[in-house]
């Protein structure tokens, strides 16, 4: 058994950041089913939100007109007291990892370069061209070797370790071996990352199946606000690939079969930087009507910002777009559609980080704190990742430090022969069902009934369609008995929490009868803030989520009707 006083699950952005704040003050390990640079924060293209006020368009904006867009762009169901704190820390953040040598683009004076975003009122968006988030990845793993934080490389969790109040450590497949391990903590963070992947159009990675969620949500922690899935506006077409908000930030149009710079439509102020939920399903709107080349997609337009512009400034998008569409944006239109982009949701906790069971904590995409509600901003991600990945870093090494007396063994024991039973009925499996095509319906049903649009019916349609499912997957096939990168094991593993989580996010959006930010149920078009001014709460049970409701924390901003 591998012992320390704070554990991270997740080498991404939260996960490191959290590391960095914890090996101050106590032991810290992370461990990621990926080397940490492989993590998908490294695929964070457009950049990290803070008002710093250095473009000059910029110069009259402050922590508190980051609030009131980012409550706006939420559409009033984030907790305004965490994204109060988020936009006021925001700075300090940036600059500590300025200082760290992150790689940001600079302005003519030297000073960190902000672009427009959508949803925000002035350019706020610091960035490091087109790789934000392979930069600031860099920066804080650099961090995290230099303060000797132990990392587990290619450890796969799949339990946390739990007593009748307290979270205790996780169990963990080590992959390169196939051995079962524990390792016990006092504090543990989940710092796993999104979800949208199971989703079959969407811009995230293989590995954003959102197993961390399911992990806590085994351990009887909710999962809040799971129905408010993005569909980013500008996925290219067919892959789904992301085309960064940032291209609409440096100025790129978009254009409709006819010629049109359809925003003007439906949102004529903001235009193309619009809040994502809008401009998504605008687009999809236009592809619906019949105003999208070929039926499936629109064009993204950069070649009025000239050659210079893209080149340095979209050097990655220019690179995507020569290497999966071969077209150059500097000659041609990009060809676009909306994909799925992130989970709003996730692990229920405060703006502390914690959860419900002592010693628990999430920060990152995995988390809902909740600073993004139903719809979150551009260049907000990787700042909540930054500034609660910092916070429960500090929560957590606070509280591991109070922790007195050793792990209980036997306890560890238990949960350690829970988790071989469990892998032993995955290879005792002698059913027929390939768990890839198990894994690819139920990803074809949440794109198909579960999308941007949805209906009362569909919903129920989608809710049975994954219970079936969900039964199916108790018929697996023989698996692979491999020690060694089983990879057949692990996709075993990810296609029950891609049920799991396709089934609570189903059951949470059937249970919205309204429409607020990215959740439109056609049935119930309008927002309804009598009833459904609440957070979902999902708690798990053998026979499918539970459901009921939290207060939305309001400060100073008062729900409204959105207009850009
Ligand atoms: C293409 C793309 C572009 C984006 N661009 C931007 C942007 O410009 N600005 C912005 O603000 N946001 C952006 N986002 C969103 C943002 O990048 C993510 O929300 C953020 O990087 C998530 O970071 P994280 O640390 O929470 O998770 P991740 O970086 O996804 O890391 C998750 C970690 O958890 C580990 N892990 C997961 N499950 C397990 C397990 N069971 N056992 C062990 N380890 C596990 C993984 O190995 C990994 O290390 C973008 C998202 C995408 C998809």
Redesign the pocket.
């Known amino acids: 058994m591998f012992q320390h006083d704070v554990i991270i ?9 959290a590391a960095i704040e914890a090996s101050a003050l106590v032991d810290t390990a ?5 080397h ?1 640079l ?12 803070a008002a710093l006020g250095n473009a000059e368009a910029g110069r009259d904006d402050n922590p508190d007109k980051h609030a009131s867009d980012t409550i706006k762009g939420s559409d009033f169901l984030a907790d305004q007291d965490a994204v109060e704190l988020m936009t006021r820390i925001a700075p300090e953040c940036i600059f500590e990892l300025e200082h760290w040598g992150c790689a940001f683009s600079r302005t003519d004076e030297g000073k960190i370069a902000q672009r427009p975003f959508g949803g925000a009122g002035f350019p706020r ?1 610091c ?1 490091g061209a ?1 790789r ?2 392979l930069y600031l ?1 860099q920066t804080v793993y650099e961090q995290s070797v230099k303060r000797n934080v132990k990392e587990y490389q290619e ?4 339990a946390l370790i739990v007593d009748e109040a307290s979270c205790r450590g ?1 169990i ?1 497949l080590d992959v390169k071996t196939g051995e079962l391990v524990p390792i016990a903590a006092k504090a543990t963070i989940l ?4 979800a ?1 992947w199971i989703y079959s159009i ?4 293989m ?3 959102g ?2 969620m399911t ?1 806590a949500y085994r351990a009887g922690v909710p999962l809040k606000d799971m129905e408010f899935i993005q569909f ?1 506006p500008t996925g290219l077409y067919p892959s789904g ?2 085309i ?3 291209a609409r930030g440096e100025g790129g149009y978009l254009v409709n079969s006819k010629g049109e710079r359809f925003m003007e439509r439906y949102a004529p102020k903001a235009m193309e930087l619009a809040p994502r939920d809008i401009v998504s399903r605008s687009i999809q709107k236009e592809i619906d009507e019949g105003r999208a080349f070929e039926n499936a997609y629109v064009h993204l337009d950069l070649r009025h910002l000239g050659r210079e512009k893209i080149v340095t400034g979209l050097p990655g998008i220019r690179e995507i777009c020569l290497l999966f569409a071969a077209l150059d944006p500097v000659e041609k239109p990009i060809p676009i559609r909306p994909a799925a ?2 989970t709003m949701g996730g692990i229920d906790c405060n703006s502390n980080c914690e959860t419900s069971l002592r010693g628990l904590y999430a ?5 809902c704190i909740s600073v993004h509600g139903a719809n ?1 901003l ?8 930054v500034v609660f ?1 910092k916070i429960a870093g500090q929560k957590a090494s606070e509280f591991a430090k109070s922790v007195t007396g050793g792990t209980d063994q036997s306890l560890v024991q238990s949960f350690l022969e829970r988790e071989q039973k469990r892998v032993a009925a995955f290879q005792k499996a002698n059913g027929t069902e390939e768990p890839s095509t198990l894994r690819d319906e139920a990803r074809a049903i949440l794109t198909a009934k579960v999308g941007m649009f949805r209906s009362g019916q569909a919903l129920e349609e989608a809710l049975e369609d994954i219970r079936r499912l969900r039964a199916r997957f108790s018929k697996l096939r023989p698996l692979n008995l491999d020690n060694v990168f089983n990879l057949d094991l692990i996709r075993a ?1 990810e296609v029950e929490a891609i049920l799991e989580l396709a089934e609570v996010i189903t059951a949470s959006a059937l249970a919205r009868k309204e429409s607020r930010g990215a959740h439109v149920h056609l049935d119930f078009p309008q927002r309804d803030d009598e009833r459904f001014l609440k957070h979902t709460l999902a708690h798990y049970t053998p026979s499918g989520p539970k459901l009921d409701y939290a207060e939305v924390k309001i400060t100073r901003y008062k729900p409204e009707v959105r207009k850009y």
């Open positions: 699950v997740g080498g991404g952005l939260a996960g490191l950041r992370v461990i990621s089913r990926v940490p492989r993590s998908h924060t490294k695929a964070a293209q457009g950049g990290i939100n968006t960035y087109d934000t988030g990845l450890y796969f969790v799949t996780v963990a710092a796993t990352g999104g949208a969407s811009t995230n990675s590995i954003n199946t197993n961390g992990i980013h690939l992301l960064t908000e940032g982009h992130y920060a990152g995409e995995c988390s979150r551009g260049g907000n991600s990787l700042l909540d990742c990945g593993f």
